[in-house]
C-alpha cells in the first residue's frame, strides 16, 4: 500500500478573473477540502506575489494528511494545483472542483502513488518510475 497520493494538475486558459480573485482562491480551498474529505489545518494561506512572468496568487492549504498547493499564472491565466495527502482521495472530485471555481480550457493530470524506497524497488523488477495509477473508485 502506497504511503500517499499525488495528483498534479496543469490548468490552462482558465478564466482570468477567477484566478486573480483571493476571495474565489479561498473559497475554493476550502470547498475542495471538505469535497475530498479531508480535514484542514488552519486557513487558507493565499499570497499575491512575483513579477512579470511569475507573478499571480499561491496558495497553501495545510490538511492533516499534508497539503494541498497552487500557483495562478497571471499572465497566461494558468494554474499549477498539487495536492498530496497519505489518505486517499478522487482526482476526479479536484478536476470538477477545479472545473467549477476556474473553468480551464485543458487540463494535463498526473496522479502517482508515493512510496519512499518504491522506484528502487520497481527498478529492482525492470519497471519505471513515477508509475501512474487509475483512479481509486
Not at 489545518?41 to 492549504?61: D, I, M, R
Not at 495545510?62 to 494554474?79: G, K
Not at 473553468?103 to 496522479?111: G, L, Q, R
Request: hydrophobic share 35%; with cysteine; proline share 6%.
Amino acid at each position: 500500500m502506497p504511503w500517499g497520493y499525488h495528483l498534479i494538475l496543469d490548468c490552462s486558459r482558465c478564466a482570468g478573473s477567477k484566478i486573480r480573485s483571493k476571495h474565489n482562491i479561498v473559497a475554493f480551498a476550502k470547498h475542495l477540502v471538505k469535497k475530498i474529505d479531508m480535514i484542514p489545518y488552519g486557513e487558507p494561506q493565499v499570497q499575491h506575489f512575483g513579477s512579470g512572468n511569475k507573478a499571480g496568487y499561491t496558495l497553501v492549504q495545510l490538511i492533516e494528511t499534508s497539503n494541498i498547493t497552487a500557483h495562478f499564472v497571471e499572465e497566461t491565466d494558468d494554474i499549477y494545483l498539487d495536492v498530496f495527502s497519505c489518505k486517499p482521495f478522487e482526482p476526479i472530485d479536484v478536476e470538477e472542483t477545479v472545473n467549477a471555481f476556474f473553468e480551464p480550457k485543458t487540463k494535463s493530470v498526473m496522479f502517482v502513488a508515493r512510496q519512499a524506497g518504491y522506484a528502487n524497488e520497481m527498478r529492482s523488477k525492470g519497471m519505471h518510475y513515477p508509475i501512474q495509477f487509475p483512479q481509486l473508485k
